[in-house]
């Protein structure tokens, strides 16, 4: 059964810091990897999609990193703003399995003026 | 619709009562999603749907949770006799098929309280 652990559970950064949220998963056989963001009381925002061919990819001020056979992949976060402040889920997708994704329990990430 | 739109937002009920939320997808998503998060604990699989069928129902953690969609549209998850255990945010999602590599897009939850 895939498990997915996020570390650290919780993060407070002063504004401006860069930083990195890291994710490991046990089954290594996945089809992709997801990184999402989710706001207090709101519904689960897409942020990257990596692809298990991939390495990495980037949007913005956001670069997720993907090694697919040590069970790894990290969000690096440049230059914090404090609007970035939410928890960061990951997730990810077994060969054939679609959008039926494991998921993390997240990284409460505050930043902070 | 804009989103994906979730009902009710907010819903407490008493124990061995039966509830009903409804999922509206993204117009033209094909394939809809059912997750479950329970307080301080990660989102759960539950269901999906290809169309009106649902290929894959293992998530469902008892007999007590149904669902079923309509016109490859709207949705609907229903919790009969609901247990205290059953007080989680249940999230609906869609994308435009099934296929790993599209976009899921998320609702905002429907909070449930069983007490």
């Known amino acids: 059964k895939q498990e997915v652990t996020q570390i650290p559970a919780a993060l407070s950064v002063p504004e401006g810091e860069n930083l990195v949220l890291n994710c490991s998963f046990t089954?290594?056989?996945?089809?992709?990897l997801q990184w999402f963001r989710q706001d207090p009381g709101k519904g689960l925002t897409s942020l990257l999609l990596i692809q298990s061919s991939q390495r990495e990819q980037t949007s913005g001020r956001l670069n997720a990193s993907l090694d697919k056979s040590s069970g790894r992949s990290t969000l690096y976060i440049a230059a914090s703003q404090p609007g970035d402040s939410a928890t960061y889920l990951c997730a990810v997708g077994l060969t054939g399995g679609g959008n039926k994704l494991t998921f993390g329990t997240g990284t409460q990430l505050k930043v902070e003026l | 619709g804009a989103g994906v739109s979730q009902s009710p937002s907010n819903k407490v009920t008493e124990k061995g009562k039966d509830v009903e939320l409804r999922c509206d997808p993204i117009s033209g998503h094909t394939a809809l999603y059912w997750y479950r998060q329970r307080l301080g604990q990660g989102l759960e699989f539950l269901i999906y749907f290809q169309g009106n069928s649902a290929p894959d129902k293992s998530g469902l953690p008892s007999d007590r949770f149904s669902a079923e969609r309509t016109g490859e549209s709207v949705s609907t998850l229903t919790i009969q006799r609901t247990q205290q255990e059953d007080s989680a945010v249940y999230l609906c999602?869609?994308?435009?098929?099934?296929?790993?590599?599209?976009?899921?897009?998320f609702g905002e939850g429907s909070w449930l309280t069983v007490v």
């Open positions: 999602a869609s994308s435009l098929a099934w296929n790993s590599g599209n976009t899921i897009y």
């Open positions: 089954d290594s056989a996945i089809y992709n």
